[in-house]
């Protein structure tokens, strides 16, 4: 199984998009630091995941959320969490 996660950054408020086989040991990582994209962006919050079979539908996935339409799909998928939860775009 893979993973595509977003994680929120409670620190400056933007997103970081990634994609594992391995979302708990993942998310550890990030959280200790391990991360250098995340590592100064700290605390962070797991805020929507979606599993795969297949890797490459995973990697594909994570490439779409990262352009244009895909942060207008994750606005619209996790509207009521950013009224609560402003995203730095």
């Not at 979302?23 to 979606?50: C, N, Q, W």
Request: hydrophobic share 25%; glycine share 6%.
């Amino acid at each position: 199984m893979y993973y595509v996660y977003i994680l929120h950054s409670q620190k400056d408020g933007q997103l970081y998009t990634g994609y594992t086989p391995d979302l708990k040991s993942r998310k550890k990582s990030h959280d200790s630091g391990f991360v250098t994209a995340t590592k100064y962006r700290r605390p962070l919050i797991l805020i929507h995941y979606e599993a795969y079979l297949v890797e490459s539908d995973a990697k594909r996935r994570e490439m779409y959320l990262k352009g244009g339409n895909g942060k207008k799909d994750i606005e619209r998928m996790l509207e009521d969490y950013f009224k609560k939860n402003p995203w730095k775009k």
